[in-house]
Every structure is written in structure tokens, then in C-alpha cells.
């Protein structure tokens, strides 16, 4: 299986930008759909935004619709989360995932493969 691993993470002023990383090992991701997910303490997984395999944005969720774009390098089988203007809420423990079936869904039940998450705190 894959190994997604993501980086990018860290302290961010609310207002400012971010750019979160998923690369892969192992094999290509170029069939898969991808997905960022991300989870706050105390709360539910929610998916940020998701995207087929062929590159098609099929997802952003209300907290990142209009300033949070999921894009995807199948050449550098890597996928990224642009994070501009995020808010303070928006502090998380952020993951990427695959599905198999390059739909680009967004439950977190349809992914099978996740990255170990990475911390994004914004501060306001």
C-alpha cells in the first residue's frame, strides 16, 4: 500500500497562507481520488476538499470554499491543499487520503488510505 505523508503544516496567522503537502511513495496516485480531510479536538473528521483522479475538484467543504484549493502534480505524485486566508477555527490536525475508485467523495468512510495528519494551528 501507498504511504501518504504529509508536511507543510505549522503556525499560521489568521489572514495569512499556508500550502499543505501529500506526497506518496510506493506507486503513483495518478488513478486515485484524492482528499483532505481535517479533524479539530473534540469534534468530527470533515472533508476539506476532494478531487478526482484526473485532476477534476469534485468537493470543498463551507470552511474552505473560495479560500482553500486542492490541487495535484501526478508527475511529482504529490497532492496540496492551498490554504489562503484561513481562520481560526480552521485549527486542525489535517489529513490527505486516496479512494480507490477516483470518484472523489467526501465521506471519510470511501477513503482507504491516510497519511499520519499533520497539525495546522491559526492564530488569530
Known amino acids: 500500500q501507498v504511504q501518504l505523508v504529509e508536511s507543510g503544516g505549522g503556525l499560521v496567522q489568521a489572514g495569512g497562507s499556508l500550502r499543505l503537502f501529500c506526497a506518496a511513495s510506493?506507486?503513483?496516485?495518478?488513478?486515485?481520488?484524492m482528499a483532505w480531510f481535517r479533524q479539530a479536538p473534540g469534534k468530527e473528521r470533515e472533508c476539506v476538499a476532494a478531487m478526482r483522479w484526473s485532476g477534476t475538484v469534485t468537493y470543498y467543504g463551507d470552511s474552505g470554499q473560495g479560500r482553500f484549493t486542492i490541487s495535484r502534480d501526478n508527475v511529482k505524485n504529490t497532492v496540496y491543499l492551498q490554504m489562503d486566508s484561513p481562520k481560526p477555527e480552521g485549527t486542525a490536525v489535517y489529513y490527505c487520503?486516496?479512494?480507490?475508485w477516483g470518484i472523489g467523495k467526501k465521506r471519510d468512510t470511501d477513503y482507504d488510505n491516510w497519511g499520519q495528519g499533520n497539525q495546522v494551528t491559526v492564530s488569530s
Open positions: 510506493g506507486r503513483t496516485l495518478s488513478s486515485y481520488a
Open positions: 487520503a486516496e479512494e480507490q
